[in-house]
């Protein structure tokens, strides 16, 4: 299997803990008896709330991180490196509302 590259904001803690769901997975799915994959289905159900957990912890964390790295840039003058930050935590996504060609859709858009 191709591998994923690793996100610079995950912590260590939680790429082990989703090595331990992958082997998991693994035994649960190399179980023949139904009644030895019940504990395991429990198991791998539980990390995977903990991996969520703290994936969205680690994920806040670095957000925060970023927050405070544009609020020191700010506090310096420095617009240019805190817009690039507000605009890595934001995300760029592409504005769909100017791309219009129709004109008589334009002038609904506008009077919206």
């Known amino acids: 299997m191709k591998k994923s590259p690793k996100n610079e904001w995950m912590s260590v803690e939680s790429w082990d803990l989703t090595e331990k769901r992958a082997d998991k997975k693994k035994s ?8 030895a ?4 289905e429990l ?3 539980m990390l995977v ?3 969520k957990k ?6 806040r964390r670095s957000i ?3 927050a ?7 506090k310096r003058g420095d617009s240019r490196s805190g817009d690039h930050i507000s605009s890595e935590i934001v995300g ?3 504005k769909t509302d100017g791309l219009v060609k129709d004109e008589s859709r334009f002038l609904l858009i506008l009077i919206k």
Not at 28 to 35: A, K
Not at 68 to 74: D, H
């Open 37 to 40: 994959s019940n504990p395991l």
């Open 28 to 35: 649960l799915l190399n179980t023949l008896s139904r009644d």
């Open 68 to 74: 405070q790295k544009a609020e020191e840039a700010a």
């Open 92 to 94: 760029n996504r592409p």
């Open 54 to 59: 703290s994936i969205r912890a680690d994920n």
């Open 64 to 66: 925060e991180q970023k």
């Open 49 to 51: 709330k903990t991996i």
């Open 43 to 45: 198991e791998y159900a």
